[in-house]
């Protein structure tokens, strides 16, 4: 069932939700992340924008988004290859979440881990298409 209602105090989750880019270019992150910072407020300022690391390890890019209020909906977003998300937070806000990708992405969900209080889910994202 996907519901898009905040929960009720009585049943209160926390409204963060952390997303995790790796194995793509900085640009793709960038904008994957200026999308969601359209929607919704961030720990990560508007001109922070992902930076190439040199070296064995793979890069992996984070922000914390708070779900609570839809500022503005993102519109379509062109990326240059698909990108996999890896987002964790309650259920309510990581299904609000991935609500507001759909504005702007094709959105795969790839798998989910469903824990007590919290949900893990991996999503490829993709330009959309008319």
């Given at each position: ?70 500022r503005e ?27 507001a990708l ?29």
């Amino acid at each position: 069932m996907r519901t898009t209602q905040r929960p009720t105090a009585a049943h209160s989750t926390d409204t963060d939700v952390t997303v995790e880019l790796s194995g793509c270019e900085a640009g793709d992150a960038h904008a994957v992340f200026g999308a969601l910072r359209t929607a919704f407020a961030s720990d990560r300022a508007s001109d922070d924008r992902p930076q190439e690391v040199t070296g064995e390890r793979p890069t992996v890019w984070s922000a914390t988004f708070d779900v609570a209020e839809v500022r503005e909906k993102a519109g379509p977003t062109r990326l240059t290859s698909p990108v996999v998300a890896d987002v964790q937070g309650g259920y309510w806000a990581v299904a609000r979440l991935q609500e507001a990708l759909t504005w702007a992405f094709a959105v795969e969900v790839l798998g989910t881990a469903a824990g007590d209080q919290e949900q893990e889910a991996q999503l490829r994202l993709d330009t959309r298409r008319p």
